[in-house]
């Protein structure tokens, strides 16, 4: 999905950089070519000021994904999940991120949340990148406690596991 929404903006990388970061954000376009966050209204000029381009080329984009029945199916109907990743380091938590071989394999989650539970560690979030909407999907999962070296070796040991970072 991410490559075919990325298609129609082929001759634009500055349009693409746009689209990029309402998908990282979640940020959704309203009826009037807005964006916004839930019901709070995004200026353009901060957008274009984020990723290095012209107010106009994100009003531009936003006329585009209005125009087009299925990326305005996609961008008025997407929508943030807060996250504890930024928090950790303030609230004492340990965030896990596993890059995987093929994001598209079955029982990912599973495995390595299953893993953490067999170790006793409880989760307290989950995010899952999704591989239609990210060039380089992660599983991030944050933790109330360190990880022991045994638990990082038993993840890093899985078949799909290409690296693994900790925060």
């Given at each position: 999905m991410f490559d075919e929404i990325m298609e129609k903006f082929e001759g634009s990388?500055?349009?693409?950089a746009v689209i990029r970061l309402l998908l990282e954000r979640g940020f959704s376009v309203n009826d009037d070519g807005r964006v916004v966050s839930g019901g709070i209204e995004i200026p353009?000029?901060?957008?274009?000021?984020e990723i290095g381009v012209d107010r106009r080329v994100v009003d531009s984009t936003t006329d585009v994904i209005l125009?087009?029945?299925?990326?305005?199916?996609?961008?008025?109907?997407?929508?943030q999940v807060p996250s504890?990743?930024?928090?950790?380091?303030?609230?004492?938590l340990t965030v896990l991120s596993v890059e995987v071989?093929?994001?598209?394999q079955e029982g990912i989650v599973a495995e390595v949340t299953g893993t953490?539970?067999?170790?006793?560690i409880s989760i307290r979030q989950t995010i899952s990148e999704d591989p239609e909407f990210t060039?380089?999907?992660?599983?991030y999962l944050i933790t109330d406690e360190e990880l022991s070296g045994e638990v990082i070796t038993a993840i890093r040991d899985l078949s799909f596991v290409r690296k693994i970072e900790i925060q």
């Open positions: 990388p500055s349009q693409q353009n000029t901060g957008i274009a000021r125009e087009d029945p299925e990326l305005r199916r996609i961008f008025q109907n997407i929508s504890l990743m930024d928090l950790a380091p303030v609230l004492d071989t093929n994001a598209e953490l539970a067999d170790h006793d060039d380089e999907p992660r599983l």
